[in-house]
């Protein structure tokens, strides 16, 4: 696709429920991540995919936080029992992953999620 | 590790004026890139510009420019001609040796007409 795509764009869940945020990257880009945005603040790395494998995985917050990815394309990041702290924008990003230092990454416009 | 501060959290400037915001980094890596990136409120991060750590020669794109003080640990982005599209939050970022991105708090640019 011309551009990274995630949906939904806005989801809205209670507190408990489980969510799946899909990130769909740029075609040919083998390097996918995925990043947290609270509100007011800057992003925080969540991990990092290259190919299918996830050689980091540091930044997620908690063992409620899981990532797959299928091949070099379709990335799902789900969160069971979402708590209220959960509520962010959560960003995707690609790029082609050939030198890591000198990647530029490219951004898709993010879920909005609100744990009520 | 790495860090990026954005000091100013907001800043204003009139249309057609220039603005300069600023960004200072820590890292005890030698070779490493820095980046602006700008999150209009559709929430879209853009790439604006990005430089180099072994290039001396500031980065240039357009209306966009830096000023890389690779000593100083600071990079500063000036917005000459300002134009109302340009308000978005403007964010800082460093990446090194690794993949990930690492960035400032960010801050609010309000391009007044």
């Known amino acids: 696709g011309a551009g990274v795509s995630q949906s939904p764009s806005n989801k809205v869940t209670e507190k408990g429920k489980d969510v799946e945020l899909r990130c769909d990257p740029i075609s040919g880009h083998t390097a996918l991540y995925w990043y947290r945005q609270r509100l007011g603040q800057g992003l925080e790395f969540l991990i990092y995919?290259?190919?299918?494998?996830?050689?980091?995985k540091s930044g997620l917050p908690s063992d409620r936080f899981s990532a797959e990815r299928t091949g070099e394309s379709v990335s799902t990041l789900t969160i069971q029992r979402t708590q209220q702290e959960d509520s962010a924008v959560y960003l995707c990003a690609s790029s082609l992953g050939l030198a890591t230092v000198t990647d530029t990454q490219y951004f898709g416009p993010g879920t909005r999620l609100t744990v009520l | 590790a790495q860090t990026v501060t954005q000091s100013q959290p907001e800043m204003s400037v009139q249309e057609a004026e220039t603005v300069t915001l600023s960004c200072t980094y820590d890292?005890?890596?030698?070779?490493?890139?820095l980046f602006w990136y700008k999150q209009p409120p559709s929430r879209q991060m853009i790439l604006v510009i990005r430089?180099?750590?072994?290039?001396?020669q500031n980065a240039t794109e357009n209306r966009f420019s830096v000023n890389f003080q690779k000593a100083a640990k600071s990079f500063s982005l000036k917005i000459s001609d300002s134009q109302l599209g340009d308000t978005a939050m403007y964010f800082c970022?460093?990446?090194?040796?690794?993949?990930?991105?690492?960035f400032g708090k960010g801050t609010l640019l309000t391009v007044n007409p």
């Open positions: 890292t005890s890596e030698s070779n490493y890139y």
């Open positions: 995919f290259q190919g299918n494998s996830a050689p980091d």
């Open positions: 970022a460093f990446a090194g040796s690794n993949y990930k991105l690492t």
């Open positions: 430089q180099e750590a072994y290039k001396q």
